[in-house]
């Protein structure tokens, strides 16, 4: 860890800002990897499989939106894009 810091709390804070900045990337990996399984369902034109992931990828979305690693915003939008999607299957 190297850090220009001096202040006790400035050093507490790049601790902190660090363990999140984990934390953050983990959360985003496994939301896209939910997002995946149901892009690669509707691209091998399974519905069934589509709508199955989609209804696992719902709650991970909402989660994701819920600590702040995705925006409210975009986790509506990319889920009523996806179930447009499986709809239109």
Known sequence: MASMATHKSAVKRIRQNARRRRING?????????????????????K???STAFKATEPELARGARLGVVHK??????????????RLM
């Open 73 to 86: 915003n975009a986790m509506r939008r990319k889920l009523s894009r996806l179930s447009a999607r499986i």
């Open 48 to 50: 069934a499989a589509a």
């Open 26 to 46: 983990a959360w985003r990996t496994r939301v896209r990897t939910f997002v995946r399984a149901v892009e690669s369902a509707i691209m091998a034109g399974d």
